[in-house]
């Protein structure tokens, strides 16, 4: 019965209804209710024959299905479209989703639920419009669809159809009573996320309807969203049409101009100056009742310069393109607010323009200046120490010199970034703990990167002495891979992954000046990963020890002249001198092995069994259980 299940899907799927009838012929009523409700799994897709045959569009199907055997039209499965996995779709939803008007209306007869919605209430009528099919959305609202309800987001129909640029749609949703001005979750509007995305007809549209000018969650009005995104001619409209103070006209068009200066896509620095200058005009534009802006104190990072105040300043600086990109990021810093999630992408891409051109000072100014924004906004900042130890690795191998105090400061950064992923992992939720893991180990690793960088740089004895106070910092925190590997035992390991982009022209494991900054940094020597092995157990199974014979010989020096244990066993009561997997790491480790009477005492006092608890000195029962 399953496999012959699993044809009747197949013919559904493919539309072979002849297949299907022949499939369905002589059976009884029980049997063809089971073939008909028989969920397939199938490429990451649950459903069932009618729901497959929506989904494919397949109407001659979907009318056998419904007319000779009067299947279930309410049946949910889970469907992918673009990309996106949907759970609790109805054989509507997904007719409506992939645009197949004719199953619509067969459905729709047969008495389908307009309003069934998804597992994230997403209803038919929803679907119909994210993919601008008015001619469905017409239909399902002639049949009583609910053009109100929104998703788990409140995301109504009418914002999706006005993000995705459905302008037919977006003015029969306004016909038929859709609110203009109902807010999703993040406080958002249609008018929103219109403006956002550029569709100025529908901008047009929604203003016409009394779409009102509000903030969202971010405290950004439509006109600055358009304006944050440069889309100067939503600007420009919503500029002539909708009330607005000459205080928002001027910060509007100041960020238009400003988000010119230093965005991938729009970067247009004739638009930046035209904009700035308009803004300006309306500043002075009254003499006696200047409208003065309320600058930032100069920053750093962006050459110390302080705003333009007047169109003389502004004009003598109309050629120089360096200018124009700092005034740029100060004016969006000034209107946005530091802690503006928005603020900085545009400095971080300055940044790696600087990069490009090998300017990277400049680079690394306005990337820590992006990160300790970033940091104080509480953001995750994973990506951004990585994108340092990158340029910093490339520095490296250029042989450009790397100084001590952004080491230091991105080490920092570091520091409490581990900190806060370590806090996340303990927080999270069970299906979000796998992320949380991942990205707090990747941010160990970055920090291990940068202690590598670290030894490369040229610097004076106070500057290292700072930095290895970050390091440390970090090792007093003790942070632990999934398998319970300490710093000490990722620096030593062949399996630490390095990152391909420039860091790994830099950083190797093991690593050898790694470990021997993290011992002189109280690293723990004897620490134990959850096999119960040592540092000591990881190296001697490393595998190039004649070709990099080197940093072996360095690594197992260093560990045992830091009081390694060379016969500490681990779970399966293996010394490191039981795991070396050859000679060569078994003849340094002999050679190495300075067995102390204290040592061979606890071997014996172990190997026989003789109890010692309570009979020794409370310090010396931790060093037995070592043995
Ligand atoms: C769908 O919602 C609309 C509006 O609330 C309502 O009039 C209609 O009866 C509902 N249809 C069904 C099948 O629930």
């Not at 002189?520 to 199974?541: F, K, M, Y």
Request: net charge negative; aromatic share 6%.
């Amino acid at each position: 019965m399953d496999s012959l299940a699993g044809y009747v899907y197949k013919a559904a799927a493919e539309g072979r209804v002849l297949t299907l009838a022949a499939l369905l012929l002589n059976h009884s009523e029980a049997e063809t209710r089971y073939l008909l409700s028989y969920v397939t799994h199938l490429a990451g897709q649950r459903s069932t024959p009618l729901i497959i045959a929506s989904r494919n569009g397949h109407d001659k199907v979907v009318r056998l299905l419904l007319d000779h055997y009067r299947v279930d039209t309410e049946q949910t499965g889970t469907v992918r479209f673009d990309g996106y996995v949907i759970d609790g779709a109805t054989a509507l939803w997904c007719s409506a989703g992939a645009g197949h008007f004719e199953v619509v209306r067969q459905l729709v007869c047969h008495q389908a639920n307009v309003n069934h919605t998804t597992v994230t209430n997403s209803t038919p009528l929803r679907a119909a419009c994210f993919d601008g099919r008015l001619d469905i959305v017409k239909y399902l609202v002639e049949h009583q669809a609910n053009i109100g309800i929104a998703n788990k987001y409140d995301n109504t129909c009418l914002m999706i159809a006005a993000y995705k640029g459905h302008t037919d749609v977006v003015g029969f949703l306004l016909e038929h009573g859709a609110d203009p001005n109902a807010k999703a979750h993040c406080g958002a509007t249609a008018l929103h996320f219109a403006a956002e995305a550029g569709h100025l007809d529908i901008v047009k549209e929604l203003v016409r309807c009394q779409a009102a000018m509000v903030v969202n969650g971010h405290g950004m009005t439509p006109l600055k969203v358009a304006a944050e995104s440069c889309k100067a001619d939503v600007v420009e409209l919503l500029l002539l049409h909708a009330e607005c103070d000459p205080h928002s006209r001027i910060e509007a068009l100041e960020l238009l101009g400003a988000s010119f200066a230093n965005d991938r896509e729009n970067y247009d620095i004739l638009k930046t100056y035209h904009y700035l200058y308009l803004a300006m005009l309306e500043r002075h534009r009254d003499l006696g009742t200047l409208i003065a802006k309320e600058l930032l104190p100069p920053i750093e990072a962006y050459g110390g310069r302080s705003e333009c105040r007047t169109p003389q300043e502004l004009e003598a600086i109309r050629a120089d393109r360096n200018a124009l990109h700092m005034e740029g990021l100060m004016v969006r810093e000034r209107i946005l607010g530091s802690d503006n999630i928005d603020v900085s992408h545009p400095i971080i891409y300055r940044g790696a323009v600087y990069a490009d051109n090998m300017e990277f000072d400049q680079c690394i100014k306005l990337w820590l200046h992006a990160l300790l924004l970033r940091q104080k906004g509480n953001r995750n900042t994973h990506k951004d120490l990585l994108r340092f130890a990158q340029v910093f690795s490339q520095m490296v191998h250029l042989k450009e010199p790397v100084g001590a105090e952004p080491v230091k400061q991105v080490l920092h950064c570091s520091v409490l970034e581990i900190q806060r992923s370590m806090a996340r992992v303990e927080a999270a939720p069970e299906a979000e703990l796998h992320t949380a893991m991942d990205n707090y180990e990747s941010n160990v690793f970055t920090f291990l990167y940068l202690v590598c960088i670290s030894t490369k740089t040229v610097c004076g004895e106070e500057e290292r002495a700072r930095i290895n106070k970050q390091i440390y910092n970090l090792i007093q925190l003790d942070p632990r891979s999934r398998e319970g590997s300490s710093l000490l035992h990722l620096a030593i390991s062949s399996s630490t992954p390095v990152d391909d982009f420039h860091t790994n022209d830099v950083c190797t494991f093991p690593n050898a000046q790694v470990t021997k900054l993290l011992l002189d940094c109280g690293a723990q020597v004897n620490a134990v990963d959850h096999e119960g092995n040592s540092p000591l157990h990881i190296i001697v199974q490393y595998n190039r020890p004649i070709s990099d014979f080197l940093t072996l010989h360095a690594i197992i020096i260093s560990l045992v002249e830091a009081g390694a244990h060379t016969d500490m066993t681990n779970k399966q009561k293996k010394t490191p001198l039981d795991k070396s997997t050859t000679g060569v790491s078994e003849i340094l480790l002999k050679t190495q092995m300075k067995m102390s009477l204290k040592c061979l005492a606890s071997r014996a006092v172990r190997q026989h069994q003789i109890t010692y608890r309570n009979q020794i000195p409370k310090t010396l029962e931790e060093f037995v259980e070592f043995h």
